[in-house]
């Protein structure tokens, strides 16, 4: 059993950068397709990206494509999803997914575990 605990959200201005974290117990997170999803207000949750076991990274949302980054760190067993040239839509509750086997990312948010999720507001 994994579980996945994230931390690193908060109040940020727009243009501003937050960087998420995702500590991972219980098993090697190497073995995982690790995701991060947001849930805006009043919206439906949504995929960001998805990087492999393989190393393969899947991007779900145009929306983040060349502001967010996702990548982990074996030696720690977590995940992080780098943040940058943040706007007020970028606002919602981000979670940390987890599925396996890692070797593809699933479609849609098919993932086996969860974080408990973490708040970012963007906000001037």
């Known amino acids: 059993q994994l579980q996945l605990v994230e931390s690193g959200g908060g109040l940020v201005q727009p243009g501003g950068s937050l960087r998420l974290s995702c500590a991972a117990s219980g098993n090697p997170l190497d073995y995982y397709a690790i995701a991060w999803f947001r849930q805006a207000p009043g919206k439906e949750r949504e995929g960001l990206l998805c990087i492999s076991s393989e190393g393969g990274t899947t991007n779900y949302a145009d929306s983040v494509k060349g502001r967010f980054t996702i990548s982990r760190d074996s030696a720690k067993d977590t995940m992080y999803l780098q943040m940058n040239n943040l706007k007020p839509e970028d606002t919602g509750v981000y979670y940390c997914?987890?599925?396996?086997?890692?070797?593809?990312?699933?479609?849609?948010?098919?993932?086996?575990?969860w974080g408990q999720g973490t708040q970012v507001t963007v906000s001037s």
């Open positions: 997914a987890a599925d396996w086997p890692g070797y593809a990312c699933p479609d849609g948010d098919k993932y086996d575990y």
